[in-house]
Each structure stands twice: as C-alpha cells, then as structure tokens.
C-alpha cells in the first residue's frame, strides 16, 4: 500500500520519532511505500509530497520539530480543500493518510474519514489535552524545559528580592503549568480552567515575601483568566482553526504585583522554546510507540482510530473520542498544588 504522512499544527518534540517508526516498521515488516506530505493539510491540497523511505529517516530520532515541516491549515477554508486531497491522493495512487495532530489536525482527519478518505490518527500536542489518551508526546519536553528554565529563576528571584512570573504554554488547559510549578516548587500555579482571585495571588506573594529568605515564583499558563476579567489577549488574530494568539498575562500580573505589593516583579514567556529541541526519552519512546501501532492500523485498515496511550498499552480509539472534548485539568488536582501556595 502507498501511504501519505504528514504532521499538522503547533511542532511538537517526538514528531520525527512517529514518522522513522511508522516508516521503519511500514517498509521492514509490511512492504508499504510512503510519501511524506510537506506542512500538514496543505501538503494534500497543494499537492506536495516527497518520497519518504528509511534512508529519509535515518538520524531523525532525537530532532526536534519535523522533517516534514507544520502549518495550521485547514482544508475546509480552503475552495474545493476536500477535492484538492482527493485529487492528490488518486493522482500519485496514494491509498490511505496517517495523519500527526492535535485537535485541529484530528479533527479533519476524523470529517476526511466520514467523507471516505481513510486516515489513521496520532495524537500530538505539548498541552497534553487531547481526550482518550493519559499523555502526548511534547508534553514531558515541554514541562522539563519549563522546569529548567523555573529552577534557575528561583535563585535570580532570590538574589534581587524579586517575584517571578513565569508563562508557560496551554490556552485552554494548565497541564503544563501544574506539572512544571509542581515540580518547579511554584508558589502560585494559575491555569485556565480556575478563574484567579488577584487578591488571592497578591497575599500568596506577600506571604512568601515575608519569609525574607525565598522570592516567590509564580507559573501561569497563558490561558488563565483573572476572575474579574477576560483573556489577557496579545492579537486579535486568528489562524485557520479560529484560535486568538495568547501571550501577555505573565507581564500583566507582573505589573499588578510590583503595584500593588510594591516589590520588583519581572515576566519570563517560555513561549516556543518549550516546543523547541530534542525530545525526552520518554517522550521519544511513546511517540516511537505511537508510530509503531499506528501503522498497525493502516495496515489493517483501520480508518478512522487514533492510537492512545492508556495505562501504559497503546490501544486504538476512534478519532472522535480525542476531539469530542478537552482533557482539562479537574479542580481535584489543581487543589493538590494549592497546599504549596504562598
Ligand atoms: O497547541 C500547542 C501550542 O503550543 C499552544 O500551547 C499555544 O497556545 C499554541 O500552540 C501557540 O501557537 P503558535 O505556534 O501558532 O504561536
């Protein structure tokens, strides 16, 4: 069989570890051919592909970001997106789709299925959101970056007497806020599913600064809300999927703090360093899981699943179950980390 690959929205470390096992095991164990679609959805619209086979994979384990290149294109804003993939797809007699996304990516390809394209899914996203799964691959390189950069600050923090914001990633979800100020040893953790009380971080950070030894550090993902307000919004814009570009609440809480406590408060944003580099070996083991029974399915004609982490198997869902709804941070959890505010 004659397979498409392709990865779709925000790169993620691990991308490249799911295209080497899909092509390793696809070609050694079932003989399958590959082409590799460059820039996600675009790749099928437009039309651009490249052979992919072991020699385009070898060395591409440990690499971030993806050797087949991202974007945020959606195939259902583009005229006559659908057709354009189908005639691509008869054109160079590609049979099926294994598609690497989160839930924009997954999203197309589960309508794509519906619509008699067959697509098998792999779930990739540093937020570590997507339903049907316990992780996505990025998201334990995400967190140790946020948790190196998180243990330096705290002695520069201490030196100058200062708070530290720290914004990390995650629009609708705080996993990456709470795993990394959990492990970070964060005095506040403010995500996006808790609205946040100002009055509340601001006695959190005067606490803290009464110890007189340690400076506060605060990790907010840049998601969170203050309870009295809206999203703090860095552009009006919107990419293809109808998502705003988020950034700028770190330095407004900043602000708030060196105003209303008087202290000196600095903001870091993490941004896309998180997304950046190597991945983690665990990281690079459950994408190269992913890969592996990903094209498990395609081989078996498995249209419309996407492979799961559960427990510690790789089990196949259908694609919906990962799109339906957001993996949020339940309160229980978030209240575990609040007994280390302040
Ligand atoms: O979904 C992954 C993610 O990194 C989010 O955490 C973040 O909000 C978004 O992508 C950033 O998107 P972009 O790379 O387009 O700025």
Redesign the pocket.
Known sequence: MHIGVLTG??DCPGLNAVIRAVVRKGVSVYGHEFSGFRDGWRGPVEDDARPLGIEQVRGILPRGGTILGSS?TNPYKVEYGVEKIRETLERRGIEALIAIG?EDTLGVAKRLTDEGIPVVGVPK???NDLGATDYTFGFDTAVTVAVEAIDRLHTTAESHHRALVVEV???HAGWIALHSGLAGGANVILVPELPFSLDDVIKHVESRFATQHYAPILVVA?GAVPAEGAEVLKSGER?AFGHV??GGIGQWLAEQIEERTGKESRAVVLG?VQ?GGSPTPFDRVLATRFGLHAIDAAHERDWGKMVALQGTEIVRVPIEEATRELKTVPLSRYAEAEVFFG
């Open positions: 929205g925000g945020r989160g996203t540093i937020d990633m995650g629009r840049e990419d570009r988020l896309h997304r």
